[in-house]
């Protein structure tokens, strides 16, 4: 049975940068890189919000609140998936989770989360 590893997260001031990654040697990442990945991020209380998607061609979709500052990546030969956070704000707090989703890519898609994923705290 393949592993999951949600790894990256930690905490950091405002203005910093985090890069998270999410390696799978079982078969999630392959069954979704053929249709959409992305990250997502749960805060207590709050609805789960998609923060970035990447297709099958490399195409990348971001939500507004961090366009300009993350970046999506992925590395089919590793089966693995980064999200480069830079300019951190404390708004970003959360616990990110690696995600697929079938149909339409973008940050909104219906992605499904996988793992448990890895927090990131941010302090003013």
């Known amino acids: 049975q393949g592993q999951l590893v949600e790894s990256g997260g930690g905490s950091v001031q405002a203005g910093g940068s985090l890069r998270l990654s999410c390696e799978d040697s079982?078969?999630?990442?392959?069954?979704?890189?053929?249709?959409?990945l992305g990250w997502v991020r749960q805060v207590p209380g709050k609805k789960r919000e998609g923060v970035a998607a990447?297709?099958?061609?490399?195409?990348?979709k971001y939500a507004s609140s961090v366009m300009g500052r993350f970046t999506i990546s992925k590395d089919n030969v590793k089966n693995t998936l980064y999200l480069q956070m830079d300019s951190l704000k404390p708004e970003d707090t959360g616990t990110y989770y690696c995600a697929g989703a079938v149909g339409y890519c973008d940050e909104q898609a219906d992605f499904d989360p996988w793992g448990q994923g890895t927090q990131v705290a941010v302090s003013s």
């Open positions: 079982g078969d999630m990442y392959r069954t979704y890189e053929g249709r959409c």
């Open positions: 990447i297709d099958s061609g490399g195409r990348t």
